[in-house]
């Protein structure tokens, strides 16, 4: 009973904050390789996020983003999209890659548009890691000649709401070498969390990269990060959570074959069900639930108990279910 | 030591300063007579000439070091045995037309051409021409030329010249000259080998350890070949040939923690020149094929680039004369070129064709030269190039010249092929340029002087820049920039020479001075720009002097350089001032002669750099021994 307690916490807890975590995994580009647009794909997807490519056959080049799950910690070069540390965020494959000398934007999708993002991991790939670490004959070793100079490789995210650019800004320092004590200075070679909640609402981010090492034709440190594991809201930070004996009722419970979930709201409704570790087993969605009476059919579960979630007129509740 | 020519003056008011090399004095230089002559001569503009015996008594080892210390041209450095390219009068390292015996060795691939894979025994003969002189020359004559020619010694039946060098920082030379042939027909085979490590340690701020550079090393072979013959009383057949192998590895800047990039140089050059000399008119036709390599690796991030071009070159060209007043000389150049380079997706073909035409007429103390050329590349026209210059004489002490012209440089095989922003439809780079010099030789006692001022003025448009391109995704080339050039050319010369004889005590002091504004006319975000701003890497003020000694068998001579403030790619980089210091002994023995010499190169060890973050080195020095053993008409018996 006390892990379904805790279950039943999650849950609430879960449904209260409704999020999406966008992690490329979904595009199955097996181990150290990349999408660079070079398919004719020209939009990355992944959750309710989505990211322009731009991509020059001719040329053979491309600028905005690319889906990365390089494992390439060593090489400086251009063409190696692999991250410092060779994963994505806690190890997973893919990441999302972004180069560019202007800015590149995120565009939030579905639920999460116009909604707040929550943030996202970022990181830096082993060509600026290293190049920010040693230089290279066009770019400076950061600190210069002596290790004093205040260098910094700094990132800014901005957003897009009602096609304005915000003048607020959240910065991150993927190199800082702007300490007194030479030892503090630091290039970001992990995932590391950046929190955009302070930038609130949005319609898509902007990123731009900043450095000290600037020239006549522009930023000398190569204009790469990496992303993973950007967290939108879903918009339903609205959504109430209620008890289900107010929203909706289902019977036979303990059930066999099917049950009948009835819709106390008038409209449509949403189900989910969770089995006890927490994974989803069954969903259909408000265009499937449309009447009072619906029958679910359960035959494909195997025996035992399970989270009924139930979303309708932003509401939401959760009943538990025994299969018999 | 150099010989400034000015033309009116003839070369009789400074007679040459030597430090005697036997192979020289006495060997019977050729008289020029060359449809080419005409060409060469640069009426209404200055010239400044070096000979083998200036060469061998100077501490540059090359045609950057022989620039940067003798001519206050801008130098653009990358550090010892590194990169080096020139700007003359404002211009780019591609607004410098090099020529080896009348064709040009710039790079078709990258437009210009560095200037320390020349060694100074290559040729006899090297000129420093400035200002405009595409009417005669073509692309690339903007800023300047660089003139190197080969020139026989008919007589000198054998001789052997063997220097060798070494100096600070692993750097050794070694040089074989050997003449062979008679009056008739005259072979030399010139070689030489250079390495050096170059791994100076050079300063980082006050109370940091210097650091010692790495991955400097570098080696250079060169072997020329020249034979002349003389088949009857009107006809000459030449022949040059050189081959060059260059290695070197690319240093880190100041602001990188490793290199471990290397670079090969690979060049083949071939030539064949045939001369038809009459009493009224000359007949000329050559024939050049040049190959070359350039490889660059970075072992680092297992970086490969590799390119090479071929270009055959074939020229006719004809004078005829008139009395020695009014010369008319017309000339036809076609050249064919091949370049294979990673970037391109497929490998270009370029074919360039010339037609030139000069009048030349001189009476009593004038001179004039008017002459016009159109270029013809891959089926499309450069502009009609003219040019008209005059040299006057009001005085014998006042002398007037004037020039102006018209110029241009044609895009490089880069600019219009790169696969990723290169740009087919490029027009050459062009522009007129005007100069006017006032110079007053004169003479008090044993001591001549000559003062005389220079002023320019040049405006380029079509300035090739790469630049972002709306809606792509690499930068691209384009006709974007305009540059205009101005400035001011003061010069002092002074020469004493107690007696006649070759060894008497003598002096020579040169002092000059380089007002040069070069400003951008046409604004831009990337790469940035600003109207009126003084273009990268060009000097506002320039100075030189040096001074020279000669007595009995010593010599003697310092160097010093003044280079003003100038704007980098990423700043301000600061002035300078650099003194080079050169001693020398000769001694005869068996009535052939050695010379021992002692360079001291920066010797105040200052802390500079031309370009920004390649460091250079401090006080650095070289000690050298020369023999040369020569059988000249029986004169030198060993």
């Given at each position: ?13 879960l ?5 999406t975590?966008?992690?490329?995994e ?10 660079n647009?070079?398919d ?12 322009d ?21 060593s ?22 890659v ?5 800015q ?8 999460a ?5 929550a943030?996202?991991?970022v ?16 770019s ?6 002596t290790?004093?100079?205040?260098d910094?490789?700094l ?20 190199a800082?070498?702007?300490f ?13 969390w ?14 731009s ?9 522009g ?23 209620v008890?289900?004996k ?22 449509n ?8 570790t927490g994974?989803?087993?069954y ?11 619906n ?15 139930v979303?309708?007129?932003e509401?939401?509740a ?7 | 030591?150099?010989k ?13 300063l ?14 020029e007579?060359s ?13 400044e ?23 206050g ?9 590194s990169?080096a390219?020139?700007?003359i009068r ?17 790079s ?11 060694p ?7 000129t ?35 220097k060798s ?8 030379n ?6 062979y ?7 030399v ?28 090393e ?15 009383k ?8 050189w081959?060059?192998?260059?290695d ?24 064949m ?14 024939a050049?094929?040049?190959k ?25 060209n004809?004078?005829k ?10 000339a ?59 040299d006057y004489s ?5 002398k ?18 790169w ?6 439809n ?6 007129w340029s005007?100069?006017a ?14 003062f ?18 709306p809606?792509?995704p ?6 974007i ?22 060894k ?17 006319e046409?604004a ?6 600003e ?8 000097p ?29 790619q ?10 080079n ?45 020369k ?6 008409l029986?004169?030198c018996?060993?």
């Amino acid at each position: 009973m006390t892990k379904i307690f805790t279950l039943l916490l999650t849950l609430s807890s879960l449904l209260s904050f409704a999020q999406t975590t966008s992690d490329f995994e979904i595009y199955p580009i097996g181990v150290d390789s990349f999408l660079n647009g070079s398919d004719g794909t020209n939009l990355f997807s992944s959750g309710n996020i989505s990211l322009d490519n731009d991509y020059n056959s001719m040329w053979n080049s491309w600028t905005g983003w690319a889906i990365s799950s390089g494992t390439d910690i060593s090489t400086v070069e251009f063409s190696n999209l692999s991250t410092i540390n060779g994963t994505g965020y806690d190890g997973s494959n893919n990441y999302a890659v972004s180069f560019s000398s202007d800015q590149t934007i995120m565009h939030l999708d579905g639920d999460a548009a116009g909604e707040v993002v929550a943030g996202m991991y970022v990181n830096n790939l082993t060509v600026a890691y290293n190049i920010i670490k040693d230089g290279n004959q066009f770019s400076k070793k950061f600190g210069g000649l002596t290790g004093d100079d205040p260098d910094y490789f700094l990132l800014t995210i901005k957003k897009y709401l009602d096609g304005t650019l915000s003048s607020e800004s959240v910065e991150f320092y993927l190199a800082d070498y702007q300490f007194a004590d030479n030892a503090q200075d630091y290039i970001v070679d992990e995932w590391a969390w950046v929190d955009l909640t302070s930038l609130g609402q949005a319609d898509s981010l902007a990123f731009s990269l900043a450095s000290t090492d600037n020239g006549n034709y522009g930023m000398n440190t190569p204009a790469f990060f990496a992303v993973d594991n950007v967290v939108t809201s879903d918009g339903v930070v609205s959504v109430e959570n209620v008890d289900a004996k107010s929203l909706f009722e289902i019977y036979p419970n303990p059930a066999n074959e099917f049950f009948i979930l009835k819709n106390l709201e008038n409209g449509n409704a949403e189900i989910s069900i969770f089995d006890m570790t927490g994974r989803l087993v069954y969903n259909a969605d408000a265009n499937t639930i449309t009447g009072n009476q619906n029958e679910i059919n359960i035959q494909n579960l195997a025996k035992g108990t399970y989270m009924i979630k139930v979303l309708s007129n932003e509401k939401v509740a959760s009943q538990l279910l025994i299969k018999q | 030591m150099k010989k400034i020519f000015f033309l009116l003056l003839g070369s009789s008011l400074f007679s040459l300063l030597s430090f005697g090399q036997l192979d020289t004095i006495l060997a019977l230089q050729e008289v020029e007579i060359s449809a080419e002559k005409i060409r060469k001569q640069p009426v209404g503009t200055q010239i400044e000439k070096w000979k083998t015996s200036d060469l061998a008594a100077l501490p540059a080892q090359n045609i950057g070091e022989l620039m940067s210390a003798e001519t206050g041209t801008f130098i653009k450095s990358y550090g010892s045995g590194s990169l080096a390219t020139s700007s003359i009068r404002g211009g780019s390292a591609g607004h410098t037309l090099v020529l080896w015996n009348g064709f040009s060795l710039q790079s078709p691939i990258l437009g210009l051409l560095d200037l320390s894979l020349l060694p100074l025994n290559s040729v006899e003969e090297i000129t420093l021409q400035k200002g405009g002189n595409s009417a005669i020359w073509g692309s690339g004559a903007i800023g300047g030329i660089i003139s190197m020619n080969s020139q026989p010694s008919f007589g000198m039946y054998r001789s052997l010249d063997v220097k060798s060098t070494i100096g600070s920082f692993g750097n050794y030379n070694q040089e074989v000259k050997i003449g062979y042939g008679e009056l008739r027909v005259y072979g030399v085979t010139k070689m030489f080998y250079q390495q050096g490590k170059n791994n100076f340690k050079y300063f980082i701020a006050p109370n940091f350890p210097k650091r010692q550079q790495t991955n400097a090393e570098v080696s250079q072979q060169n072997i020329l070949q020249d034979i002349y013959w003389k088949i009857d009383k009107k006809n000459n057949l030449v022949f040059h040939f050189w081959q060059q192998f260059s290695d070197r590895n690319i240093p880190p800047t100041n602001v990188q923690t490793r290199s471990l990039a290397r670079q090969k140089d690979r060049s083949s050059r071939l030539m064949m020149d045939w001369k038809n000399v009459n009493e009224t008119y000359v007949l000329q036709g050559k024939a050049g094929f040049f190959k070359e390599h350039l490889d660059y690796y970075d072992d680092e991030t297992g970086l490969i680039s590799l390119s090479d071009f071929s270009t055959l070159t074939t020229e006719f060209n004809g004078q005829k004369f008139w009395k020695d007043k009014h010369k008319l000389h017309g000339a036809i150049t076609h050249s064919i070129t091949t370049a294979n380079n990673d970037g391109y997706l497929e490998s270009p073909i370029e074919n360039r064709s010339a037609i030139q035409v000069s009048y030349f007429f001189q009476h009593n103390n004038y001179k004039f030269q008017t002459s016009v050329r159109q270029e013809l590349i891959d089926g499309k026209l450069v502009p009609i190039v003219p040019s008209i210059g005059f040299d006057y004489s009001l005085f014998s002490w006042l002398k007037f010249q004037g020039k102006v012209s018209r110029n241009y440089r044609v895009p490089t095989l880069n600019d219009r092929f790169w696969n990723g922003g290169g740009n087919e439809n490029l027009k050459p780079e062009s522009g007129w340029s005007e100069e006017a010099t006032l110079s007053s030789p004169f003479k008090i006692g044993k001591s001549n002087f000559e003062f005389s001022l220079t002023g320019f003025n040049r405006n380029i448009d079509n300035w090739i820049l790469w630049a972002p391109a709306p809606g792509q995704p690499s930068w691209s080339a384009f006709n974007i920039s305009e540059v205009w050039s101005r400035g001011l050319e003061p010069r002092f010369s002074f020469f004493y020479k107690n007696k006649k004889e070759e060894k008497s005590l003598a002096i020579k002091v040169d002092v000059g001075y380089d007002f040069i504004k070069s400003t951008n006319e046409v604004a831009m975000e990337l790469p940035r720009r600003e109207v009126g701003e003084q273009i990268i890497y060009v000097p506002l003020h320039q100075a030189f002097g040096r001074a020279t000694l000669s007595w009995k068998n010593m010599g003697l001579s310092y160097q010093h350089g003044f280079t003003g403030q100038a704007r980098g790619q990423y700043g301000k980089l600061d002035a300078y001032q650099v003194g080079n210091v050169r001693m020398q002994y000769s001694a005869d023995w068996k009535k052939c002669k050695s010379t021992v010499f002692f360079n001291i190169n920066n010797l105040w060890n200052v802390n500079y750099i031309v370009v920004e973050r390649r460091p250079m080195p401090g006080t650095h020095f070289q000690i050298g021994i020369k023999f040369s053993f020569n059988n000249y008409l029986n004169i030198c018996e060993t």
